[in-house]
């Protein structure tokens, strides 16, 4: 099973702030990866998949890059609305073994 | 506009079984490359997939819960079924549903149900 680690497991930013969120897996999985955003209450919201592909309807903010075993979600520009815990999620295996990280929460 | 909705029991007691019933509009699990998945949370932890279910019945499963699972599907009545066996206290959980994205090569989920807990205990 390849693991994603994801760090740190809290970012404290500021409104307006840039945040930077990694995740690193245990062997390459390509650009196979995706981002998703969860709030409180909420099931996952999708923001970035094939690692820097946005999502239908996700502001351009929110930016993916990365390949192999290291990526980077990177918000410009912190929301109210963006703080939220963040996960990533391997899609490499096949037959598909899909694993998350742990998330990262942004907190104000 | 794509909606999912999971139903079932919200206790079950440790041995017993689980069934889940995912609903879901907008889409047709008859149509080629479209896939429904199962993901859970337990309370305050992260997400783990669990099984997913494609349009031609092909069926994938979470490797260490694999002797557990089963995933059927229902394209007349739009519904995903996931039961899970000899349920444990450990399986407490938020379960979701969700709509897998159909961009070739992906696997991962654009739209997705509200969850429902589901708490294992006797």
């Known amino acids: 099973e390849i693991v994603m680690t994801q760090s740190p497991a809290v970012l404290s930013v500021s409104p307006g702030e840039r945040a930077t969120l990694s995740c690193r897996a245990s062997q390459s999985v390509s650009s196979n990866l995706a981002w998703y955003q969860q709030k409180p209450g909420q099931a996952p919201r999708l923001l970035i998949y094939?690692?820097?592909t946005r999502a239908t309807g996700i502001p351009a903010r929110f930016s993916g890059s990365g390949s192999g075993t290291e990526f980077t979600l990177t918000i410009s520009s912190l929301q109210s609305e963006d703080f939220a815990v963040y996960y990533c999620q391997q899609y490499n295996d096949w037959p598909p073994a899909l694993t998350f990280g742990g998330g990262t929460k942004v907190e104000i | 506009q794509i909606t999912l909705k999971e139903s079932g029991p919200t206790l079950v007691k440790p041995t017993q079984t689980l069934t889940l019933t995912c609903t879901f509009s907008g889409f047709s699990l008859s149509t080629s490359g479209v896939g429904v998945g199962w993901i859970r949370q337990p309370p305050g932890k992260a997400l783990e997939w669990l099984a997913v279910i494609y349009w031609n019945d092909s069926k994938y499963y979470r490797t260490s819960l694999r002797s557990r699972l089963s995933i059927t599907m229902d394209t007349s009545t739009n519904q995903v079924v996931l039961t899970m066996t000899n349920m444990d206290p450990v399986d407490t959980a938020t379960y979701y549903c969700?709509?897998?994205?159909?961009?070739?090569?992906?696997?991962?989920?654009?739209?997705w149900g509200q969850g429902t807990l589901v708490t294992v205990s006797s």
């Open positions: 094939a690692a820097s």
């Open positions: 969700a709509h897998r994205l159909v961009v070739t090569g992906t696997r991962c989920f654009d739209f």
